[in-house]
């Protein structure tokens, strides 16, 4: 079964730090992978998206990943952390079975930024 | 405007209430999800519709009743809930081709308030 692992349920960095938030998947074959963003009461906000070609992906927001095959990973990077970055984030992985789109998550990384 | 809408925003119930949850989309998308968020925990599927057939439900209670009237429209109806209930209800809909790249659209979610 596919599954995602999201190292790290809270992550603190100050403004203007680098911002590394941690996916890996397990998958038989290189599956679709997401980043969502999630705002305080609000739902789940596309970030970026990895289908096939380029494995470094660029997203809404300054935010970038990078498809790793050898390492099944999925990392979300930005150079330069904003306050206003500070949001739950999940890492989700669309396998090839089901007969329909279903999106399995990770349990999300909660993203502080301190002045 | 996410493309998904959820009413009501935010709904506080007694536990011998009937209410619904209602979640539209007009993005011709054919597949639609029930998720429920509570409180440092991981996103819980609770209901795939697809082609307006169930075809996923996670061990939910019966207390929660999904109905799919259509393609664009998602109902919960909820009757004699338990605090424990009280979440973020998020809705989500998606193309539901097999093994699709499209990830999901969410909308903003129901917090439900069980009292």
């Known amino acids: 079964a596919q599954s995602v692992t999201q190292l790290g349920s809270h992550v603190s960095v100050s403004e203007g730090a680098l911002v590394l938030l941690r996916c890996n998947y397990s998958s038989s074959v290189p599956p679709y992978l997401f980043w969502y963003v999630q705002y305080p009461n609000q739902g789940l906000q596309l970030l970026l998206k990895?289908?096939?070609?380029?494995?470094l992906v660029k997203g809404i927001n300054g935010f970038e990943a990078e498809f790793k095959k050898s390492e099944t990973s999925f990392h979300l990077t930005k150079p330069s952390a904003h306050m206003s970055d500070a949001a739950e984030y999940f890492c989700?992985?669309?396998?090839?079975?089901?007969?329909?789109?279903?999106?399995?998550f990770g349990a999300g990384t909660r993203l502080a930024v301190h002045p | 405007e996410t493309g998904v809408t959820q009413t009501p925003r935010h709904l506080v119930m007694g536990m011998t209430n009937k209410k619904s949850l209602k979640c539209e989309q007009h993005l011709g998308h054919n597949a639609m999800y029930w998720y429920k968020q509570s409180a440092k925990k991981p996103l819980e599927l609770m209901f795939v519709y697809s082609l307006e057939e169930r075809v996923e439900n996670n061990s939910v209670p019966s207390r929660f009743s999904p109905e799919c009237p259509n393609s664009s429209h998602l109902f919960l109806h909820l009757h004699t809930l338990q605090p424990e209930d009280s979440a973020l209800y998020l809705c989500?809909?998606?193309?539901?081709?097999?093994?699709?790249?499209?990830?999901?659209?969410f909308g903003s979610g129901t917090r439900l308030t069980v009292v």
């Open positions: 989500a809909s998606s193309q539901g081709r097999l093994g699709s790249n499209y990830g999901y659209t």
């Open positions: 989700a992985v669309s396998p090839f079975s089901g007969g329909y789109n279903k999106l399995i």
């Open positions: 990895y289908t096939t070609g380029a494995t």
